[in-house]
């Protein structure tokens, strides 16, 4: 049986986990980023478990800037609960349980959420081999960004929702 929620400070653990688990450490987020990120938006941490095991998760923070900026990254307090867009830092699965739509399940969560809070869209980066998924979804690649997270290159993604 698989749950669907939002975070709580009792979750930082396996977040912080599936976090390592999911990116180089050049890119994850580390436990204190995290605990920060936990302790300002909890409600933009969306959760799927197993019985015990966290699966799968994205969050990011609201904000009023339409593009997402690498100072996001490092400062929760940047977040905006009526911000109109809804950014995502992190899409990730359990290695182990990839393959199987666990993502697709929590970013339909994101963008449902996000839709009920009235957001303008959604944004995100990834790598260029992620632009079809995240595509799939009805993100627009807007090409390669600004952003130098990780020393890596990335794609910003937007999807805009309607009314």
């Given amino acids: 049986m698989l749950c669907l929620r939002n975070a709580t400070a009792d979750d ?6 599936l976090e390592s688990a999911s990116f180089p ?11 920060e990120r936990l302790a300002v938006y909890p409600d933009c941490f969306w959760l799927l478990y197993d019985e015990k095991n ?4 994205a969050c990011g923070l609201a904000t009023g800037h339409r ?3 690498d100072a996001m990254y490092a400062n929760a307090h940047m977040h905006e609960k009526d911000g109109p867009w809804q950014m995502l830092f992190s899409v990730c699965t359990d ?4 393959g199987l739509g666990l993502a697709h399940h929590v970013l339909c969560a994101a963008i449902e959420a ?9 944004v995100l980066t990834c790598k260029k081999p992620l632009v079809p998924f995240y595509g799939s979804f ?10 130098t997270h990780g020393g890596q290159v990335w794609h910003q993604m937007r999807l805009v929702l309607g009314a």
């Avoid at 290695?95 to 990839?98: C, K, L, T």
């Avoid at 996000?114 to 959604?122: E, N």
């Fill in 138 to 147: 009805g993100f627009a690649d807007e090409g390669v960004c600004t952003s």
């Fill in 95 to 98: 290695p182990g349980h990839r």
């Fill in 25 to 35: 450490v050049e890119e994850a987020a580390d436990r204190t980023r995290l605990a």
């Fill in 67 to 69: 593009d997402l900026a």
């Fill in 114 to 122: 996000s839709r009920a809070r009235g957001k303008a869209g959604l």
């Fill in 12 to 17: 930082l653990e396996a977040i912080a986990t």
């Fill in 54 to 57: 966290l699966l799968s998760y």
